[in-house]
């Protein structure tokens, strides 16, 4: 199977989603006229891109869209999706399920979608080539469509053994091959002109380029020469300028050294004329010292003397006032010693005064103390008063438990020994005879005893042996009183009833009355206790109260002591101030005394300090007389040496100003010179610039390679000059001009060898396109011939068809004839059958075609329309056969057709004007038409 599904939406009547499913095999289309039945190719043939209108039976496209019933609003977009099964690859898609969707709205957009990509028409046509699917190809073959093959013109025919031959695609190929051919070689002729005509100035511009490359060589010479000359012209100027430069500083050099030199010596000789003036005052000056210091020596001597005098009588002041500070330093001392014994008194009183405050504080403290033992004491017989009276309480409580208990007891008693049948008189009797009993025994052991150690005393013979028999005999009797013992001691014991057992086991009853006593007996013991300790402390509060009263006896005694020293502390600190007063007044007149001794000390300090000046100023005024006399006689011999050596260095100062006066003329001549030339290099440049325009330091690196003499460069360039002259005329922008039109002639030149490689390239591939379609196109039209013939015979049950190239020469474009002789008729052309043997003739040529290239599916829109019963029958023969291996979806009206299908379905119209599909058992139908 390889159609599988249609889906149709707003398409022509199908206004609603309807989704057809087709199964293998042959399905029926039916339905009565004008149900849609042709819809449904016409949604196939347009999802598979068909874009007449006309073979869309529409004017235009948008008719193809639902537009409305009576009841129903027209809609604005029509959709249609194809699923086509892919597991064989025949479309070439690695997919297995292909859906291929066309939507086209009201406005005129439309879109094709493969597997929901959005695609070019154009890829979904090359899609479907040469699969015998398409919209012109074979697989969909419509009313009248077939009888058309026949009535067309012979060349119209080819499409089905071109589609056969699998050459659809190399035709569309070779035309569009053929179309670019075509393109390409009007460009050639293109090209072609426009190349003439720029070759005309190629060669003109060429020759200009040529004759002005050589005059710009040339100029371009001269230029550099020129350089050259003026290079050369200028190191030699700069090498001078350099020389006449380094002279100019070198006398420079020397005229400042001169001009130092002179003004050393001008300096050296105002320097030391000065120094002799000087040098002279001085002179004066010392002698004026000189006899101001002997007078002022005579009157140091006088002073001197009026010093000491006056020290004389400052010294008796002295001694008198020293006596006086004496006799004021024993009055203090006196006061002193009597103050510091009333100050010992006074820190005895004190410290007195500190040691009963302390006995009081402790007194007191102590007093506290006991108060306090007092008052705990009170409140722990307090404590205990109320511990007693509890346990009073709880005694009386724990008495009357253990009356109530033991009534419990004694009525219990009575009743288990009542229960337990206890007799005292039985047990009484019985522990009477236990006692017999081992009495008796005890006696008779006792006998036993004597008689063997008499045995043991007196010794052997047959009394020995007759003892020894006796005691056996008595000690079986005691055995026997033993074991008699044993018996009664039991009954004995069983005479204890056992409920005691359980009186006395350790939760018994017994055992809680036992509990109790203790508790009794503590809390008796615990009350005696609390009495005990009550009484102790009672005695011991006692004892602190007579304690307490002594201590307050020791306080009052030792206050009254306190009030007695503190009257004595005030008497004595009275005759302190006292004391005190006097020591101030003491001080005062030692200070007073000290003062005027400290006076007269410094005054006499003074005047020895003045003596000792006028002594020292003495001793220094000697000293700088001697020193003055030597200066004197130094600066009389300098006076004499200054003056000659002034005379010497005056003849030297006038040989050095006549050497720099020549210096100086030197120094102009070389200023001149250089200002010179200066102004000949910056001409230099400036004619440069003037002449050129550019800057003659721009070439400033030629200098270096200039090789040759200026001599050799001036001829070089009157040669240059001369071949220059020779040039005449030319256009100075041919070379630019020569250079844009050489770039475009080798353009064009590139462009018209590509063209022409692009042009053998489809000439081959067009020729190459040719030889394959001829050959496949021969192989199926050779095959379809045969097969057309055998099928004719079957259909016709008889008879004769022919195919025939009307062109043989011209295998790709010729037509094809086709001859069909009925059985019993002559062969003549098809134009002459009947519309019946039209079709059968026409449906022969498309089974043929099946036969040598299976359509993967066919869709025949009544193609059996013309076809009486028994062409009916071996059509439907041979659609069965078919049938079998491809898949065919057949609508026809006619029910012979309808019983070769395998599947049916319907199409109704049951709302006017809206298709809907429904599928039909064949049974039923089959059924239907019986009845
Ligand atoms: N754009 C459209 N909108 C609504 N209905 C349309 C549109 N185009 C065509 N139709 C309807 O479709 C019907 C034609 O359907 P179709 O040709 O498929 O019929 P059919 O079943 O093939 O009939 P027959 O058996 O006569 O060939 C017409 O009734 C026409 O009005």
């Not at 989603?17 to 819809?39: D, V, W, Y």
């Not at 102590?366 to 511990?387: M, P, Q, R, V």
């Not at 721009?698 to 002259?725: F, M, Q, T």
């Not at 079709?839 to 022969?844: A, P, R, W």
Request: hydrophobic content about 35%; some cysteine; charged content about 35%.
């Amino acid at each position: 199977m390889f159609l599988k599904s249609v889906e149709i939406m707003g398409f022509k009547s199908f206004a609603d989603r309807t989704r057809i499913e087709f199964s293998e095999g042959i399905s029926a289309l039916l339905g009565p006229n004008g149900c849609g039945k042709s819809n449904v190719v016409d949604s196939v043939k347009w999802v598979l891109g068909e874009q007449s209108t006309k073979n869309m039976r529409a004017e235009k496209m948008e008719d193809v869209i639902f537009n409305g019933t009576e009841t129903r609003k027209a809609l604005n977009v029509a959709e249609v999706t194809l699923t086509i099964a892919n597991e064989e690859g025949i479309l070439d898609l690695d997919v297995p399920e292909v859906s291929i969707k066309r939507r086209l709205f009201r406005n005129g957009e439309s879109e094709y979608l493969v597997n929901n990509t959005p695609v070019k028409l154009k890829e979904l046509r090359e899609l479907f080539f040469d699969t015998g699917i398409g919209k012109s190809a074979y697989s969909i073959m419509e009313q009248g469509k077939i009888d058309q093959v026949l009535s067309n013109k012979p060349e119209e025919r080819r499409y089905l053994f071109e589609e056969a031959a699998g050459i659809t695609k190399f035709k569309v190929r070779g035309g569009e091959a053929d179309r670019k051919l075509a393109r390409t070689e009007e460009n050639m002729v293109q090209v072609e002109n426009i190349l003439r005509e720029v070759r005309r100035s190629y060669d003109t511009l060429k020759k200009q380029s040529e004759k002005t490359l050589e005059y710009r060589e040339c100029k371009s010479r001269i230029f550099e020469l020129e350089i050259d000359l003026q290079l050369l012209r200028l190191s030699s100027l700069n090498e001078t300028r350099t020389h006449k430069t380094e002279k100019l500083r070198e006398k420079k050099e020397l005229y400042t050294r001169l001009s130092g030199e002179i003004e050393g010596i001008n300096g050296f000789l105002q320097e030391n004329q000065g120094q002799v003036t000087h040098m002279e005052s001085e002179l004066v000056e010392f002698q004026k010292k000189l006899y101001g210091m002997g007078l002022e020596k005579e009157n140091h001597e006088n002073q001197i003397r009026l010093f000491k005098e006056q020290i004389s009588e400052v010294e008796t002041s002295i001694s008198s006032f020293k006596a006086k500070e004496k006799a004021i330093n024993d009055k203090i001392g006196q006061i002193g010693a009597n103050r510091e014994k009333k100050v010992e008194t006074l820190k005895d009183y004190n410290d007195r005064l500190e040691e009963i405050t302390r006995n009081i504080s402790r007194l007191e403290e102590t007093i506290a103390g006991c108060d306090n033992s007092i008052k705990k004491n009170e409140e722990e017989i307090s404590g205990l008063d109320n511990e007693s009276i509890s346990l009073e309480s709880d005694r009386d409580k724990l008495g009357e438990d253990l009356r109530v208990l033991t009534d419990d007891i004694v009525s219990q008693l009575d009743k288990g020994l009542r229960e337990t049948g206890f007799s005292r008189s039985r047990r009484e009797s019985l522990e009477e005879r236990v006692r017999e009993i081992s009495a008796t025994s005890r006696v008779q052991i006792a006998g036993r005893i004597q008689i063997i150690n008499d045995a043991l005393r007196v010794g052997g013979g047959k009394d020995l042996k007759k003892m020894l028999e006796s005691c056996v005999t008595l000690l079986g009797d005691s055995r026997d009183s033993f074991a008699e013992l044993e018996k009664v001691f039991k009954e004995y014991t069983d005479t204890n009833p056992d409920f005691l057992d359980e009186f006395l086991a350790p939760e018994g009853i017994i055992t809680r009355k036992r509990d109790i006593d203790n508790r009794i007996s503590a809390v008796l013991e615990k009350v005696k206790l609390n009495r005990e300790r009550i009484k102790n402390l009672q005695n011991e509060n006692k004892a602190l109260l007579q304690k307490i009263d002594d201590y307050k006896q020791s306080l009052e005694e030792q206050k009254v002591s306190v009030a007695t020293i503190k009257t004595q502390v005030d008497a004595v600190n009275d005759s302190l101030k006292v004391l005190e007063r006097e020591m101030e007044e003491q001080q005062a007149y030692l200070k007073d005394n000290t003062e005027e001794l400290k006076k007269e000390i410094e005054k006499k300090a003074v005047l020895e300090g003045k003596i000792a000046d006028l002594e020292e100023d003495g001793r220094k005024l000697e000293e700088e007389k001697v020193k003055t006399k030597k200066a004197l006689e130094d600066l009389e011999k300098g006076i004499n040496d200054k003056n000659k050596k002034l005379q010497g260095e005056q003849v030297e100062l006038k040989k050095k100003i006549s050497r720099v006066n020549a210096i100086q003329e030197e120094i102009s001549r070389f200023n001149i010179d250089l200002a010179q030339l200066e102004t000949e290099i910056q001409n230099l440049y400036s004619n440069f610039r003037d002449k050129y325009s550019r800057e003659l330091d721009e070439y400033s690196a030629r200098s270096e390679k200039i090789e040759e003499p200026v001599s050799a460069i001036k001829d070089k360039l009157d040669s240059v000059k001369l071949r220059l002259r020779s040039i005449g005329q030319v256009n100075l922008m041919a070379p630019e001009e020569f250079s844009e039109v050489k770039d475009r002639y080798d353009f064009l030149n590139g462009q018209l060898e590509d063209l022409k490689s692009a042009r053998d390239n489809l000439i081959e591939v067009t020729r190459e396109i040719k030889t394959e379609s001829e050959k496949l196109f021969m192989q199926a039209y050779t095959a379809i011939r045969k097969e057309f013939h055998e099928m004719f015979r079957r259909l016709f049950g008889g008879g004769r068809a022919e195919l025939k190239l009307v062109d043989p020469d011209n295998i790709l474009e010729s037509g094809i004839e086709i001859y069909a002789q009925p059985p019993g008729k002559k062969l003549e052309n098809i134009s002459l059958l009947s519309g019946g043997e039209k079709s059968l003739t026409g449906v022969g040529l498309l089974f043929a075609t099946y036969l040598i290239k299976p359509s993967p599916f066919c869709i025949l829109d009544e193609i059996d329309a013309a076809l009486d019963e028994a062409n009916i029958q071996r059509f439907v023969n041979v659609l069965v056969e078919f049938g079998r291996t491809s898949q065919f979806i057949v609508i026809t009206h006619n029910k012979k057709t309808v019983t070769g299908a395998s599947t049916l379905l319907g199409v109704t119209m049951q709302e006017s004007g809206v298709s809907k599909i429904i599928s039909i058992r064949l049974e039923d139908e089959v059924e239907n038409e019986n009845s």
